[in-house]
Each structure stands twice: as C-alpha cells, then as structure tokens.
C-alpha cells in the first residue's frame, strides 16, 4: 500500500480538500497508475454537488493521463512503464453489445474495487471509477489506453472524456462525413471538441451556437465557418439561412437542455440528424411535438454517450492526429494547476472562462 494526495469531497455542495489518500497494491485484472495530468472536468463538479450519487466521500478525477507503475495478476494488455490514457468505460468482451461486434455499446462497465480509502481507513468512492485527482490512483486494467508516451500529458488526457464525447459525436454518432453542413449548439469544451471533430470529418460548413462571444471564438480557432450568438439572434433560423434554407445535415446538443433539443430537432434539413451528447438532468422532459413533424421530418434522432467510443480504437488513433497537427488538443488547455487550485477551477468553470483546466501532478 502507498500514501498519495488527492482531492476529496466529503459532503454535498461542501469545498473539496486535499487528504492523505490509501492507495493499495493492484489486485487480480487491476492497474496502479501514477497520474501525469487530470482535466477538471462539470462531471467532477456534479459529484461534488452530489448530482451524480450520494456515496461520499468522493476521489474526484477522471479525465486523466498517466504512467502505469504496477498491475496485477492477469494483466496483460498494460506494463509497467506504458504512457496510458484513462478511460471510464472498460469494456466486458462477453455481453450481448461486445459479441455482435459492437462494444462501444458495451452494457458492462468494469471498475477497481472502491479499495482506495482515507488514512482512517474511510472507504472512497472515485469518479467513474477512476479517481484521478491524486498522485497514484487503482484503476481496472482494462480503463488504461496505451498510447504514443511522447505525447504532451496535459493534452492527451482530455481524450478521457470530454474532448472525446465531442468528437465522437460528429464522428461516431453523428457519422458526418466530407462536404456535410454540421451546427453544434453549446461551445463548451464539449460542444468544442465537436466543432474539432467536424473539421476532422470534413464538413463543409461548421456553425457554432452559444451564448458567449468567448467561446465562439474559441470555435471559430477550432474549426467553426460561422458562429451564432443565440442570446440576440434565433439559432434554427440562423442555421437554415446558412445552409441555403434547408437546415444542417447533422445538428449536434452540447447543452441537453429541452430548448436546445428542441432548437437542433428543427434547425436540421430534411432527413438529418440530432445528436444529443449534452447531459440533461432526471427532471428535464422533451419539449410538446408534434408526432407529424417526428414522422414528416425523418432522419434520425440520437443520444451519444461517450462519443459513442471505443478507447483502445479511438484513443491511439486521435494521439496520432494530435502528434501530425492535424487535432489541436493544445486548444482545449487553458490553464495548468495543482492539486490545490481544484475548488477555484471550479468556480472559474462556472463562469464560462475556461475551456478546460488541468492539474499537473
């Protein structure tokens, strides 16, 4: 067993603090990983509010990127001293998804035992189980993603959830492909990296929406043709007066708000898509429609989790990009922190001026 410092949060809504974290040996299938960098990530604010579940106290982190130092019996896809990505969805290989060849849709989700605890031996939930802001974490061997170790921590360890949910939506879910017309409502780090992964796909226009001229710039670096304040302009007449009347092939919520879904259900033409990837909370109910414009309209309607990914295929092959030049991960970095500034990227995060920050271990 090591001593390690983590974040900790050890009660709703409460300021997190740095505690004496009890990281033990990795058992059978299990992985001890020494963080590099951790993305502060709304997920990690959520537990922290005790949106997400009531198991405190918490090891938040989760959007990370480290170093294995030691696994367990069994494990053989990872060694120590492999540059790995963590990844919050370690995929069974034997449910019904995972068999019929589909195992981004993998209904299994295999974490590290909750063995990490306190110094007084109080058991610790980790954020999806991964439990990242801390100088060593326990993860399942099958959430460590090995990838090119030249690549740059801070960068690549975003990839383990935000910037991958938003990529993987216009690439994965959304299928856009070269020529295609795309609008993203939401340019947070999500709705960004969404913008990102049309520019990637090809996309001809790229139409950003939000209400915050910062993060429309921020768009606009990553990709985005044409940006829309819907605080003083009407986002789906916008979008159709930009795509020559008709609507973007493929509309993508970043928000997950019902007005918004409601915003890209019409602002996509005929046939098109919507793809939900913002988080809605269990209160929000889809808007009144009606049932002739669901069937009038076609296309297709669908929620992305994860960016519908899978990490051992998409993590590598995304660092490789970023390696050539051609994916700016570097965008996505706004500041560089430590361990102590967690609770105050907090408050900046909810003031909409940073796209992520990332601690530095």
Known sequence: MQQVRGVVARAPGAPVSIETVN????????????VAACGVCHTDLHYREGGINDEFPFLLGHEAAGVVESV???VSQVAPGDFVVLNWRAVCGTCRACTRGEPWYCFSTFNASQRMTLED????????????????????????TKVDPSARPAAVGLLGCGVMAGLGATINTGNVGRGDS??????????????????LAGARTIIAVDLDDQKLEWARHLGATHTVNSRATDPVSAIQQLTGGFGADVVIDAVGRPETWEQAFYARDLAGTVVLVGVPTPDMKLPDLPLIDVFGRGGALKSSWYGDCLPSRDFPMLVDLYQQGRLDLD??????????????????MQQGGVLRSVVIL
């Open 331 to 348: 965008a996505f970095v706004t500041e560089e922190i430590g361990l102590d500034d967690v609770e105050a990227a907090f408050e900046r």
């Open 72 to 74: 367990g019996e069994g």
């Open 23 to 34: 990281v033990p040996d990795p058992g059978p299938g299990e992985a001890v990983v020494k």
């Open 182 to 199: 795309v609008a993203v409502i939401g340019c947070g780090g999500v709705g960004a990296a969404a913008v990102a992964g049309a520019r």
């Open 121 to 144: 031996g109080t058991e610790l939930s980790p954020a999806l189980g991964i439990g990242a802001f801390a100088d060593k974490t326990l993860v399942h061997a099958g959430q460590c």
